[in-house]
């Protein structure tokens, strides 16, 4: 399996991205619109507030998830039993958000969904004709105004050698929602599965914007675009101490929409919550 980059500003861009994305469940977008300065300003600022005490005063509420996760509430892999090495910052626009930290991350959180819109878009024009027509909506109608949509700060931290035996930063696992979008971080580690199971490193030049499949799509589409599989993997050698902080977006369709015969968006996010125990 090839995970070939792609120009956002070439005129074959939206076809080769949905061909990308239909054979690896993986498309990387190189000159996009997201701002780099930006990203790069959102990991910085956010490293700080994870080497702090203060993360501590926003400790997640259950009944909303938003806020810090620490390490010990991490989550396990869907069939797997030893934590991942990670703790994560659940941001939402209506959620608690340190103050000084607002601006820029609301500011990503918006263009990150509005180019989602449009990703959504190209999915939707280069679906063939017989896996659209089940789409219950237009695909960039299911997120719009969603509340759901989740940006999720990750702080990888740097390892000690203490960590559980077997634990990685985020064991093998597929995504819950419709499509995500991750700038590459600011350390390597990523990998996607491959059909043959071999292990590929999904490029992660800073700039990059990966976008993924989830299984929602993965549902709404009969299958034809797979939720594929991915890990983050530990840094060894003179790399082992290094943090790594990562910024996925997880679009959420809003709750009532339809993904098909056997789920709405709602229904299957529960589904989904309750086996990984977080809910
Ligand atoms: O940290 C990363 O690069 C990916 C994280 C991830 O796959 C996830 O949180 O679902
Ligand atoms: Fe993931």
Not at 28 to 36: S, T
Request: charged share 25%; hydrophobic share 40%.
């Amino acid at each position: 399996m090839i995970l070939e980059t792609i120009d956002y500003k070439a005129p074959d861009s939206a076809a080769k991205f949905v061909q990308s994305l239909k054979d690896t469940g993986f498309g990387v977008l190189a000159n996009h619109p997201i701002d780099k300065a930006l990203v790069e300003k959102i990991y910085t600022e956010w490293q700080a507030f994870f080497n702090s005490e203060d993360k501590h005063d926003f400790l997640f509420k259950p009944e909303t998830q938003d806020g810090f996760f620490p390490a010990e509430v991490s989550e396990t892999a869907k069939g797997h039993t030893v934590k991942d090495i990670k703790e994560y910052y659940h941001v939402y626009p209506w959620g608690r958000i340190p103050e000084s930290l607002k601006e820029n991350i609301l500011a990503y959180y918006q263009a990150a969904n509005e180019l989602a819109e449009e990703l959504l878009q190209w999915i939707e024009a280069h679906s063939p004709e017989d896996v659209a027509v089940n789409y219950s909506i237009a695909l960039p109608k299911m997120i719009e105004g969603s509340h759901k949509t989740l940006l999720r700060i990750l702080h990888y931290p740097g390892m000690t050698g203490d960590e559980e035996v077997g634990a990685i930063r985020a064991a093998a696992h597929e995504d819950i929602n419709l499509i995500t979008l991750l700038p590459a971080a600011n350390e390597p580690g990523l990998q996607v599965k491959g059909q043959d199971g071999e292990w590929i490193d999904v490029p992660c030049d800073f700039g990059n914007l990966i976008i993924n499949i989830g299984d929602m799509l993965q549902e709404a589409s009969g299958g034809y675009f797979p939720s594929t599989t991915h890990r983050v993997i530990n840094p060894v050698g003179t790399d082992m101490s290094k943090p790594r902080v990562s910024l996925p977006l997880f679009l959420h369709p809003n709750p009532e929409v339809v993904l098909s015969s056997r789920y709405t968006a709602d229904s299957y996010l529960m589904e989904r919550l309750r086996e990984l125990g977080v809910i």
